[in-house]
């Protein structure tokens, strides 16, 4: 089922982020970036055809089973905005991702995450539009990473940054809830379990994943359950 873009959901995220005791992370050794979560309405069957053959976009990596790397069947009613990266990017090419970046001396972490916003999906909205912060998560390539919960106010005029994002989608609140959602598998590098948000055809892994979770776990259940702990696949540690 589908969830109501509405007053009423903003409400209530807003409410939950507000009630949450935010964990931070302080570690001089890590840079610091914002991503926005953007809340937006979608309808169903709205999913754009990819722009690019899928085998340019996944650099790779290995498919499961009935899996190839498509966000399709997604879209419907309250959204977030998630991006595919352009495979020819130095760092994290034509992974999942979240609109965000670096915060720039001087900016603050929702500053940061309005400007990436813009930068990235041609999208402007004011500061007002933020609802609240998720906890930090720390990456392992070197980043501690604000999540910036953002009221969109409507479905938006989504216009990706080519040399950036090859593509962004409205994905369904509802996906963040599938039954078989989220996973936890293990690997050998690491006794921390790795998550995984089964989006559409693929697998969104942290810190991406994390913080999903987090949004599905705080924002739409009221559950203030850590994430920070949560494993990145060995892919992304670079």
């Not at 209530?12 to 610091?32: C, F, G, I, N, Q």
């Not at 650099?59 to 089973?65: F, K, L, S, T, V």
Request: glycine share 8%; aromatic share 6%.
């Amino acid at each position: 089922m589908t969830i109501t873009y509405d007053e009423a959901l903003r409400a209530s995220v807003r409410r939950r982020l507000a009630e949450h005791r935010r964990r931070e992370v302080t570690d001089p050794s890590k840079r610091h970036a914002a991503v926005a979560i953007v809340l937006v309405d979608s309808e169903v069957g709205e999913d754009r055809v990819d722009p690019a053959p899928v085998d340019d976009w996944i650099d790779g990596r290995p498919m499961e089973a009935g899996l190839d790397g498509r966000m399709v069947g997604v879209s419907g009613g309250a959204a977030f905005l998630l991006c595919r990266r352009a495979s020819r990017l130095r760092a994290h090419a034509a992974q999942w991702a979240l609109p965000g970046g670096r915060v720039d001396e001087g900016e603050t972490v929702t500053e940061a995450a309005l400007r990436e916003l813009d930068e990235e999906v041609g999208i402007q909205l004011p500061e007002a539009s933020v609802l609240g912060l998720l906890d930090d998560y720390p990456t392992r390539s070197g980043y501690v990473i604000t999540p910036v919960v953002i009221w969109g106010g409507g479905r938006l005029d989504i216009r990706p940054a080519p040399d950036e994002v090859v593509a962004a989608y409205r994905v369904g609140l509802h996906q963040l809830q599938r039954d078989d959602s989220p996973r936890f598998v293990s690997i050998p590098e690491s006794p921390r379990p790795v998550v995984q948000m089964p989006l559409g055809n693929d697998l969104i892994h942290a810190p991406t994943g994390a913080v999903l979770l987090q949004l599905r776990w705080l924002c739409l259940e009221g559950r203030h359950d850590p994430v920070d702990q949560l494993e990145q696949p060995v892919f992304a540690w670079k």
